[in-house]
């Protein structure tokens, strides 16, 4: 059934290409905007001030958040980690709240809101699924309180879907993207040991993903993200480099990591190894089960 959608974080790396597959499914989506609105379908709001006009909300039948200032954009400081946690619980906050003081049937019926699989923290060798309790860092800190600013939504009897998105591989950003210059150019490798875990996953399984869990309302709480078998660092850059045909022999040491990243270095070489067990449970077909075939769907898809 078609579905009138609001979405925050439209215009971001995930967000541009969600709101494009859905209105190709034939929902209509509505974008939350910070500045004065250009087109029919966008609305502005302000969530630092908790802004957000209620009649917005209600006009929908979900809600899907994806806004927050990207983990890997630039060097972090403490000014950058803090952007990094307001525009994330800023946003959650403001959709919950005013979700939650809808009269009960002016509420959408689910919110769809983003988090990551920074909540486990490093799980070296351990596979986790969304049972497991939040770990330690940064990531997980943030991601511990950004999910639980959607409470007041859940409290009110909405659906609450908490997506923990691992590594979306596309060529045109995330994980992949500042890796294929160097790569090409033959200078590139492992990061530090190469033991760490990566949980990637398929841009087009993401987007059936987000888009599962929309029509889904048998599923609330934490869903994990990810592909359905993660590889370590060396696994991914060995298979990187078989697909580009190039070497991959030059390692790049994680004091190397530390000094180009800052506190970020950290969180690239931490460990996490994630399955996806309610995509899982739930029957959810992977398009690109494997990371062969996902980075080659990476690698030549628009």
Known sequence: MSMRILMAGASGFLGTRLAHRLTADGHQVTRLVRRPPRTPDERQWNPPAAQLDPAVVAEADAVVNLAGAGVGDRRWNDRYRQLIRSSRVDSTTTLAIT???LPDGDRPRVLLNSSAVGWYGNTGDRTVEEDAPAGQGFLADVCRVWEAATRPA??????????????????DGGLLKPQLLPFRLGIAGRLGSGRQWLPWISMADWLDAAAFLLARDDIAGPVNGVGPAPVTNAEFTRELARQLRRPAIIPIPAVALKVALGGFAHEALTSTRVLPGVLTEAGFAYRHPTLSTALHAALTTP
């Open 154 to 171: 859940e409290d009110a009897g909405v659906r609450v879907v908490r997506l923990r998105t691992g590594l979306p591989l596309h060529r």
């Open 99 to 101: 979700i939650a003081r």
